[in-house]
């Protein structure tokens, strides 16, 4: 039996908080394992100005106004929070230990909503309606700069903005963080917040279903799929490397077996095109991993119900696996849709590699493709080897293989 | 104008622009420390409060001089700041 | 704390090409024309009205370098950072092969906010305008990178790194990481921002603006001055390089990425990560504080930063033992363009042996115990430079530079 290389870093710690619940790995296993959706109208925006109505919020109870979070952004209470359940699920206890630790969040909005309030307020009244406290979240950095505060985090610090894969990016960049040796270990986090500006403007530019008629719905990779249905949440994943996991006598959750990204030919703004397609970010993070592609068991995808990502994501895994095998799920249809939501996916993946469970697309009647498989029934109750993928408008491509710890 | 006057104006600031608890800023007194050794405002704290002070009382600060938050000591010392920029005091 | 080592043999990282949009100009040339006389090219700001406001001076690129950069149906952003890139990668003369499997790092604070402020202003006012919604397309800082990406046919790695006014430095930094690993072999580094309404309101509602051009580590300075412009470099492995009989400019010796975790915009009494992060960048480039010939300072000109940075420049060279200065004091504060700009600014520097000064410093401040060149450029080959970013949030990233390059 040839030996597999060692993991590029060992995950130790999940933490989310979303619109079906706020915790760590019990959550994410329960809402999973219920696979009943958060998605309906939504109560809390102005949607009369809307031509939408659909989406899925975190209900107000589960980010409490605390003394802490009083100059915290709404998006900056969601990362602390679920970067808090990740360190918590990590068993780790001491704030000291986060001082070494990395950082790298990933968003594709960051925190508008306070760029927004900025602005207006100068629309509103002038100079006079400015507020010293929104300006500094006008960068996106922000966040980040609010969980390290409130979890003592020192080591290097990153954003990254990035539509569509920002999750997976913000892992796969921990791990290069691991790898030049930045730091021992890294909080990777995907945070993307809904507000009612965001709405109504992806609403005048025609993102969300329904496109082009239909039922408004999410239904990702089936004959109906006509544009996302809107969420938001923070997922948080704790990488270390195997060493100092070790060392501090960690419970590893997952093993990543390698991690890739770079970018399919695209126009801005675009998803590629079929003609465009190729696998070599696919086979090189297989290679990396050791794993043929016969061995993935399941495969976590974007899933948005963007026609256009739906089409080609299923291209690329049709050109690179056989009908058998993997199982293709997601999580969009229980919580909507976001940029970072690939935090939540490479999450669920720990799961399914740990213990089999993984999300049913209940939803789907029509595939559009019918040389694929997808997760119409629950897996055995074993670990399983698990490819996350995404693709964003523009062309980033994303590829993560995670696999049992062994 | 008096103290009594621009302090209750102070209080309703720092609970909008501040976000603090109105059973917070009510129970202050006019000595009440509000930097680190008290209420632990600090300097961006200091600024928004600034802002909200120039629009409420209709003054203009300059840029930031060294020592600047010495005037958010207390309620007492920031009265005496508006007090001051509105010309009633000497 | 005992440093930490890559876990892979190190390659050493070159750079070979640079480009450059300033307020001085389109390209490299005349941005060295500008640093090496010392000619402040800050004044009043003329790209939006600033009535009503404390301070309207910073730093601009002027309306005849942005009219020759094509087409103005992109955002501000866009066209700076891909005339940036077209300089950088014309002087490298990359092959299209080699570009396609570049890897890209492109940080930014503003994006195409300019663009879709003008957007909103109409949405605020119920009079949204269809016409004006291509501006929501470019307006993430994504979107420039996505820009350069699409515009040169890249498919390497790519990100957009915002860590404020460090982002551009952290993205060097990032490159020359993925370089070492053998992630990539050739990577474009850089970043890029425009003014924008809500930075110069966000600053002056601060109250960090000088209402004169910045004068860092003055004793009577009063703030920054915003400005904006572009950088984007190509570093490439050293065998890469050689390879392909590259020019090679310099060598990325070292880099440091450090947080403050103490406050969302003001750094620590003791500037602690300001200090680890030069600490970590002099370890990488196994180089000793007294081997630094030359630090090309944050420098904002606020009087916190310049007083944070010289604790923090004391604790790690020394008091005296380094010529500093701000290239700030010259163009203003370029946002998330900074790190890569002033990196520029070193390497050039660094080549022509001569080190830009710290304009507008007349009195300088007795808390500052260093020489910080004030006015005139000083002739002096150094070998070594180092150049800070420590930007908004505790944000600390601080780069190395050789020239000559010396190889295992």
Known sequence: MTTSPPPAAVIT??????????????????????????????????????????????????????????????????????????????????????????????????????????????????????????FPNTVMNATAGTVSIALEIKGPMLTLNQPGVAGELAVARAIALLEAGRAPAVVACGVDALFPILYEALGLLNVPSPRGGGEEACTPFDQRHNGPVMGEGA???????????????AAILAHVRSAHWGGLPARPYRYPALAQLHHRLLDRTLNAAAVPADAIDVAYLSGSGDPDQDTIELALMAGIFGTDRPYITSVTHLVGEHGSLGALRVAAAAMTASSGVMPILDYLRTPIRHDLRFATQPLPATPATVLVHGVARGGVQAALVVGPAT | ????????????????????????????????LLLKDGLGLDSLDCIELLLGIEDEFELEFNEEQEGWMESFTSLATLSQLVLYAKGELE | ?????????????????????????????????????????????????????PSNVGGQVEADTVRS???????????????????????????????????????????????????????????????????????????????????????????????????????????????????????LAGGVDSLTRICFMGFNALKLLDKRPCRPFSQDRQGMSISEGAAVLVLESHAHAAARGARIRACVAGSGIASDAF??????????????????????????????????????????????????????????????????????????????????????????????????????????????????????????????????????????????????
């Open chain 1, 13 to 134: 710690g999940i933490g989310h908080i979303g619109p079906l619940g706020s915790g760590g790995r019990d959550v994410i296993t329960a809402f999973v394992h219920a696979n009943t959706t958060a998605i309906g109208p939504l109560a809390e925006f102005p949607t009369h100005r809307s031509t939408r109505r659909l989406g899925a919020l975190i209900p107000a109870s589960a980010l409490e106004p605390t003394e802490e979070a009083r100059r915290w952004s709404r998006i900056g209470h969601m990362a602390v929070t679920a970067c808090r359940h990740a360190v918590a699920d990590a068993g780790i206890t001491e704030s000291n230990t986060l001082h070494r630790f990395g950082l790298v969040i990933g968003s594709e909005y960051g925190d508008l909503q306070s760029t927004e309030a900025f602005d207006a307020g100068f629309l509103r009244r002038g100079p006079r309606g400015l507020s010293a406290f929104l």
């Open chain 1, 235 to 249: 997922t948080a994943v704790i990488l270390e490397t195997p060493e100092h996991a070790q060392a501090r006598s």
């Open chain 2, 1 to 32: 104008m008096t103290q009594e006057d621009v302090i209750p104006r102070l209080k309703k600031l720092m609970t909008e622009r501040l976000r603090l608890a109105p059973e917070r800023t009510d129970s202050l007194e006019p000595d009440s």
């Open chain 3, 1 to 53: 704390m005992s440093p930490l080592r890559s876990r892979y043999a190190a390659r050493d990282v070159v750079v070979t090409a640079m480009g450059v949009i300033s307020p001085y100009g389109r390209g490299c040339d005349a941005y060295w024309e500008g640093l090496s006389t010392g000619r402040c090219a800050l004044g009043p700001l003329t790209l939006f009205p600033t009535d009503g406001f």
């Open chain 3, 69 to 187: 950069l094509g087409s103005a149906v992109r955002s501000r952003a866009n066209r700076f950072v891909i005339a940036a890139a077209e300089e950088a990668i014309h002087h490298a003369g990359l092959a299209p092969e080699t570009l396609r499997d570049a890897a890209i790092s492109i940080g930014g604070a503003g994006g195409g906010m300019l663009e879709a402020e003008a957007w909103y202003d109409h949405y605020y006012h119920s009079r949204e305008n269809p016409r004006l919604r291509g501006a929501l397309r470019t307006m993430l800082p994504a979107s420039q990178t996505e820009a350069l990406a699409a515009r040169f046919r890249i498919e390497g790695p790519r990100e957009t790194p915002i860590l404020a006014c460090s982002s551009s430095a952290a993205a060097i930094a990032t490159i020359t990481d993925w370089i070492a690993s053998g992630r990539v072999d050739v990577g």
């Open chain 3, 263 to 408: 406050h969302p915009i003001a750094p620590p009494a003791n500037a602690e990560g300001a200090v680890r992060a030069m600490q970590e960048a002099l370890t990488r480039a196994d180089l000793t504080p007294r081997e630094m010939g030359y630090v090309n300072a944050h420098g904002t000109g606020t009087i916190q930063n310049d007083r944070s940075e010289a604790v923090a420049l004391e604790q790690v060279f020394g008091a005296g033992n380094v010529l500093v200065s701000s290239t700030k004091s010259l163009i203003g504060h370029t946002m998330g363009a900074a790190g890569a700009m002033e990196a520029v600014a070193t390497l050039l520097a660094l080549e022509a042996g001569v080190l830009p000064p710290t304009a507008n410093l007349d009195v300088p401040d007795p808390e500052v115990p260093f020489d910080c060149i004030a006015h005139t450029p000083r002739s002096n080959a150094v070998a070594c430079a180092m150049s800070n970013s420590f930007g908004f949030g505790g944000q600390n990233v601080s780069l190395i530079f050789r020239h000559p390059c010396t190889f295992e």
